[in-house]
């Protein structure tokens, strides 16, 4: 039984709202003036409130706006003997939920009743929208948190990973083999990179590749900038945001080719620029280029690694929708990629 406060400072319709609403299923407590009446909404709950326009010391409307700044405000059907559509404007321009005038016999009843069924339907409607908007936020929250612990997760196995590899190649006497493990070392390295990035970020679905690769680029220059062989390695890069799976893809990448360039484009015993550039491309896609200005490649030379960097970059390019591309007539070695944002 829905209950409805009242207020209306003609003793007898109140007497007689109470009767009439009753009947049709009301719980119905009537007041007499427009301040008991917000005071008693303050109090209780009431699931609708019926207001009249005229009374004295405190008017409809006044009452009106009282009521709707309660912190729990309930919704109000405005009553009133005017006709007047100027009032009807101003009364659902403040607020009202709806407007009815009043009438002689048991219609006015009727369309009393009728007023109240469809806005406690609208009001019901609107208070399950809100408990589901509120579920909805409170279970993206759990997600996000979620996300973020898992995130973390990977990232901080990827580094025990990393450093059971690191373990593995300094136990290892062949050269080649420690030489192998590291060039994988760094591969983990870039990929636990994108999930640092995630559970540290706000936002969860994808990578702001500006920050990332600012980040790998300042790893790869510890890694491989050294006094004997000083390698400088410059970024200029658009903030462009990638989802997870591409980030992991172009981090990849980037940590081949610079790698090759630091070990390959050089004499070990002198210094060397590598420039890392990732630009948009229209607003669809991106372009990374990684260029140097030392050896270059030999059309016919034979690989001098064990050409997995090379088969590596070509399955990341693939997962991409993209490939590699080399500049013969750049002195030096420059790679770009063309790929899609999305």
Not at 98 to 117: H, I, M, P
Not at 181 to 199: M, N, W
């Amino acid at each position: 039984m829905a209950r409805v406060l009242y207020i209306d400072d003609d003793a007898g319709l109140r007497r007689l709202a109470e009767r009439s609403l009753r009947r049709r299923g009301y719980d119905v407590t009537a007041v007499e003036r427009g301040a008991d009446g917000v005071a008693m909404a303050a109090e209780q709950r009431f699931d609708l409130v019926a207001v009249d326009h005229y009374m004295p010391e405190m008017d409809g409307l006044e009452t009106l706006k009282r009521l709707l700044a309660l912190p729990v405000p309930p919704p109000v059907v405005y009553v009133t003997g005017s006709e007047e559509s100027s009032l009807a404007v101003a009364v659902l321009k403040a607020g009202a939920a709806d407007y009815v005038v009043k009438s002689t016999g048991s219609d006015f009843f009727d369309l009393l009743a009728n007023a109240f069924e469809q806005v406690l339907a609208r009001s019901s409607l609107e208070t399950a929208k809100r408990e589901a908007e509120e579920q909805l936020r409170a279970s993206n929250a759990r997600l996000e948190v979620l996300l973020r612990e898992v995130n973390h997760r990977v990232a901080n196995s990827l580094q025990l990973v990393s450093a059971l590899v690191q373990m593995q190649s300094n136990a290892l006497a062949d050269e080649g083999a420690r030489l192998a493990l590291q060039d994988t070392q760094r591969r983990i390295a870039a990929i636990g990179q994108v999930h640092r990035r995630l559970y540290t970020a706000d936002n969860f679905e994808s990578v702001d590749m500006r920050e990332y690769l600012a980040a790998l680029v300042d790893e790869l220059a510890e890694t491989w900038s050294s006094e004997e062989a000083p390698r400088e390695l410059k970024l200029a890069a658009e903030p462009i945001r990638l989802s997870t799976d591409r980030a992991v893809s172009l981090g990849v990448i980037v940590n081949e080719l610079v790698s090759n360039a630091c070990k390959y484009a050089y004499p070990t015993d002198s210094s060397g620029e590598i420039r890392i550039e990732l630009t948009r491309d229209g607003e669809d896609f991106f372009v990374l280029a990684v260029e140097d200005d030392g050896c270059g490649i030999a059309g016919n030379a034979p690989s001098r690694g064990t050409g997995l960097g090379t088969r590596v970059i070509r399955a990341m390019a693939q997962s991409l929708q993209s490939a590699i591309e080399y500049d013969p007539s750049h002195c030096g070695v420059r790679a770009t990629l063309r790929a899609v944002v999305g």
